[in-house]
């Protein structure tokens, strides 16, 4: 694909500037691609009614065309332009938790562009909770999304992030600063018999089987969970446990770091610039970042302190898993932001 120099537009968190909300939009509009943040992460906007617009998605990703894409919305006028009726569960949902980290799959209207949809019945719709994605929106339309990364690489939850992948590939990239933990939303499908959780993420499952007032099924392998790193994730059971891995991989000779889900109280100064803490609250040293800094400094594994499960959550937990499980390298991140 042709490059193109990357305009980086610096734009206030919270009262974005509508000038450069007109830039971007105008940008989607002509059928380019914007990166834009949310309250996850920086996502990837292409017009969702462009279908030409939206294979750019895929061509600067890499990413396989027959995977679904989200849409993003700002407003429930955009979710009847995109699906054939609103459920009363949907509605519950929507007012539940909208703006705010949950997809919602729903029947998806013909006018959908097939590109978006990758084949499937349904769509699936976010409304973000940050106030420049919401600006961009109301401005551009619904804007088909997927997280502003290469397939295969760690979510983006910075501006820099997205350079690293995307620089010359893109128009454009809304500068916000951080985003949050860099968790992605939650997805639950409501178009069949049953609900299902086909993804975990930033809105927990209790929550949502409170709002419903039933028991939701999560699904296990439905997500496109899967990216590599050259950074090898490693869980520890004990205290014992971390101890005998910390020396072994010592004296084998690896670059090694070390995450902490709660700042040391005993740390070892020699290993104190390769010790991260594990900030799952967001606005701070989420995994994602965790993964890139570590890249960028040549750790080749992250060894990961004793803690316990309850304080990072289900959803961090289960991507914890998946990384700890993949010998081959890291694969964890769920490409649907």
Not at 182 to 202: F, K
Request: charged share 20%.
């Amino acid at each position: 694909m042709k490059r193109m120099p990357t305009q980086y537009l610096q734009i206030d968190p919270r009262q974005p500037q509508p000038e450069m909300i007109n830039r971007a939009a105008t940008l989607i509009k002509a059928g380019e691609l914007v990166a834009f943040p949310t309250e996850t992460v920086y996502g990837l906007g292409a017009d969702a009614f462009q279908p030409d617009a939206v294979r750019k998605i895929f061509m600067v990703k890499g990413r396989p065309s027959n995977q679904p894409l989200l849409i993003h919305i700002s407003n429930l006028k955009q979710v009847k332009q995109l699906v054939t009726e609103i459920s009363p569960a949907a509605q519950r949902l929507m007012d539940w938790f909208w703006p705010g980290p949950l997809s919602i799959i729903l029947p998806a209207r013909d006018s959908v562009p097939e590109v978006v949809r990758g084949g499937q019945k349904g769509i699936g719709l976010r409304m973000p909770a940050h106030p420049v994605a919401l600006a961009l929106i109301n401005t551009a339309g619904p804007l088909a999304a997927p997280s502003a990364n290469r397939f295969g690489r760690p979510s983006p939850t910075s501006a820099q992030h997205v350079r690293q992948d995307m620089d010359g590939m893109i128009a454009a990239v809304l500068d916000a600063g951080e985003t949050g933990a860099g968790l992605e939303s939650t997805l639950i499908d409501l178009t069949g018999d049953h609900y299902r959780i086909l993804r975990l993420g930033g809105t927990r499952v209790e929550k949502i089987e409170r709002c419903l007032g039933c028991r939701i099924e999560v699904e296990s392998g439905q997500s496109d969970f899967g990216y590599d790193s050259t950074v090898r994730i490693v869980l520890c059971n004990d205290d014992a446990d971390f101890q005998e891995r910390l020396v072994e991989s010592s004296t084998g000779g690896k670059n090694i770091g070390i995450v902490y889900t709660l700042p040391p109280i005993d740390q070892d100064p020699s290993l104190a610039e390769r010790c991260f803490v594990l900030d799952v609250a967001g606005q701070g040293n989420g995994l994602y970042s965790i993964i890139r800094e570590a890249e960028a400094a040549g750790i080749e594994m992250l060894l990961f302190a004793p803690f316990e499960p309850a304080q990072i959550g289900e959803a961090w937990l289960d991507r914890l898993h998946r990384a700890a499980s993949d010998q081959q390298g890291y694969r964890v991140s769920s490409d649907r932001e």
